[in-house]
């Protein structure tokens, strides 16, 4: 199983960014797919989280402003970033628990860097 992240980039403050992630290889049920973010010098923290059944949970920080969704038919998950701040500049990594034909596990992305500068 691979995940494969896109989507970010420079913008500036107030702009808008979508991330996304694509998982592949012999996948039998993706439940949580979530969005992680990790700055320099800070440990990697939950931005959003959402699971099979479509409930979503955001961390405080981006509430109103981030949307993560996800298309099951195309193993992908999304984040619809808004109003982005320069404090959002990190690295972005996808995360999916998925089934497989041992069990399930956690899978990584190789994370996708967004910098909010003007």
Same mark, same amino acid.
């Not at 797919?33 to 939950?46: D, K, N, S, T, V």
């Not at 193993?75 to 404090?87: A, G, R």
């Not at 899978?107 to 860097?113: D, M, N, R, S, V």
């Given at each position: 199983?691979? &995940?494969?992240?896109?989507?970010? +980039?420079?913008? #500036?403050?107030?702009?808008? &960014?979508?991330?996304?992630?694509?998982?592949?290889?012999?996948?039998? /049920?993706? $439940?949580?797919?979530?969005? *992680?973010? #990790?700055?320099?010098?800070?440990? /990697?923290?939950?931005?959003?989280?959402?699971?099979?059944? +479509?409930?979503? $949970? *955001?961390?405080?920080?981006?509430?109103?402003?981030?949307?993560?969704? /996800?298309?099951?038919? !195309?193993?992908?998950?999304? &984040? #619809?970033?808004?109003? &982005? !701040?320069?404090?959002?500049?990190?690295?972005?990594?996808? !995360?999916?628990?998925?089934?497989?034909?041992? +069990?399930? $596990?956690?899978?990584? +992305? #190789?994370?996708?860097?967004?910098?909010?500068?003007?």
């Amino acid at each position: 199983v691979q &995940l494969q992240a896109s989507g970010g +980039g420079l913008v #500036q403050p107030g702009g808008s &960014l979508r991330l996304s992630c694509a998982a592949s290889g012999s996948i039998f /049920r993706i $439940n949580d797919m979530g969005w *992680y973010r #990790q700055a320099p010098g800070i440990e /990697r923290e939950l931005v959003a989280v959402i699971t099979s059944g +479509g409930s979503t $949970n *955001y961390a405080d920080s981006v509430k109103g402003r981030f949307t993560i969704s /996800r298309d099951n038919a !195309k193993n992908t998950v999304y &984040l #619809q970033m808004n109003s &982005l !701040k320069p404090e959002d500049t990190a690295v972005y990594y996808c !995360k999916m628990n998925i089934w497989v034909v041992w +069990g399930s $596990n956690d899978y990584w +992305g #190789q994370g996708t860097q967004v910098t909010v500068s003007s």
